[in-house]
């Protein structure tokens, strides 16, 4: 990111995501914004924000019907920086299971979404998130800062391994809600949050920040 210009961001707009709110979160945070479905302009921007809100299998018929799978998989495939939020994180897995029901996802990860296994459940409030060293994404955020989590489902294991020692391995974070589950991602340029930044108050504005400082 250069001082003259702004990063271009854009919300993919599918039908399932809190946009507007992700639009403004962005915009504090310093990038220019747009809401829009079209594939060239998710092609073309310098950070591609995937949101997410409701069923796993809706979430997915949305994205396939705006070729949002296209434009992850290009823009990943040349590089090309893609941060998934809430619902927007657990398509990147393998499949979502919710009653029973399986539903493909991207399969840019290995491994399945299911339903919490807590007391309480959807999992509405605050959590502290358990970082690895080295982290990009919580620079500059303190260990005991809360993060906003609404969800009833989520990655309870992560299962892609790196052999190569060439390649970076990802930096998975985890929360506890019942169980320990997934509760962000950075892996090269595909980053995810289980929890919602834009709804995370000062501890989310910096982590959209250093997202948008990697454009």
């Not at 609404?150 to 060439?166: F, I, K």
């Amino acid at each position: 990111m250069t001082a003259s210009r702004k990063p271009d961001v854009v919300v993919f707009d599918y039908g399932f995501g809190n946009v507007r709110s992700a639009q403004r979160a962005l915009e504090r945070a310093g990038a220019a914004v747009e809401i829009t479905g079209d594939y060239d302009a998710a092609m073309k921007a310098d950070g591609l924000l995937v949101p997410g809100v409701g069923a796993f299998a809706a979430c997915m018929r949305g994205l396939r019907a705006a070729r949002g799978d296209w434009v992850v998989e290009r823009r990943l495939s040349g590089g090309r920086p893609v941060l998934g939020i809430c619902v927007g994180m657990q398509v990147l897995f393998d499949e979502g299971i919710e009653q029973g029901e399986r539903a493909e996802g991207l399969a840019e990860w290995p491994g399945a979404v299911d339903r919490l296994r807590a007391e309480t459940v959807p999992h509405m409030g605050w959590n502290t998130v358990e970082r690895p060293q080295g982290s990009r994404l919580f620079d500059g955020v303190a260990e005991d800062e809360r993060f906003y989590f609404v969800h009833s489902y989520a990655a309870h294991s992560w299962e892609l391994e790196v052999t190569n020692p060439r390649i970076a391995a990802p930096l998975v974070s985890w929360t506890t809600h019942g169980e320990p589950f997934v509760a962000a991602v950075e892996n090269g340029p595909l980053w995810a949050t289980q929890f919602h930044p834009e709804k995370s108050g000062d501890a989310g504005a910096r982590l959209l920040t250093n997202w948008i400082e990697t454009l």
